[in-house]
């Protein structure tokens, strides 16, 4: 299985091969719709002329990576601090997993050790991080003993809470309506 989001077909192909854009993509999933988040890795790689690497990102001259992440159409809603977060990912990558992000899930031991992972990356707080664990599991196979546990409430496999519960435009409508009742619950109990 593979994500199937109502993107273009070659952005969806390339989450699917390369788990670095998937890994930015999810980076890259907050403040703007996931279907946004989900295809700038693949904006990004048009944009440089070339899949790019851990290690090329990391290194990548800051105002130069700037300029690609503002380019109009902009890859995220805030460029500048997206374009900084993904080359602090990049460099962690480096430097835990030799610049390998799949190395960030094919080795953990279970699905507590790939949470801690996931979690210790930059900009990956509790949340982001189940999620992705959850999108792993369920998309990817990435199923090390207790990943369903580790991913809380997302792991629930009849859940339609995140990106790792969208496989038809149906599941995408459910995931939408799951999060407007969230921000609807939370501004009420703010109320």
Known sequence: MTLSLPIDPQANELL????L????GMVLDQQVPMEKAFSSPYVLT???????????????????LVELFARPP????????????TQEVCRALVERYDGDPARL???????RELLRRVGELPGFGRQKAQIFVALLGKRFGVTP????EAAGDYGDPAAHRSVADVTDPE?????????????????A???
């Open 16 to 19: 699917g091969r390369s788990p």
């Open 21 to 24: 854009a998937l890994l930015l």
């Open 46 to 64: 048009q944009r440089l002329g070339h899949e790019p690497d851990a290690r090329e990102l990391a290194g990548y001259d800051p105002e130069a």
């Open 74 to 85: 902009a890859l995220h809603r805030f460029p500048k601090a997206m374009a900084a977060r």
């Open 105 to 111: 899930w094919s080795d953990a031991a279970d699905g």
């Open 145 to 148: 003993a207790g990943w369903r």
């Open 171 to 187: 599941s995408l409508r459910r995931v939408r309506e799951f999060k407007q009742r969230m921000k609807a619950e939370a501004k």
């Open 189 to 191: 109990a703010k109320g």
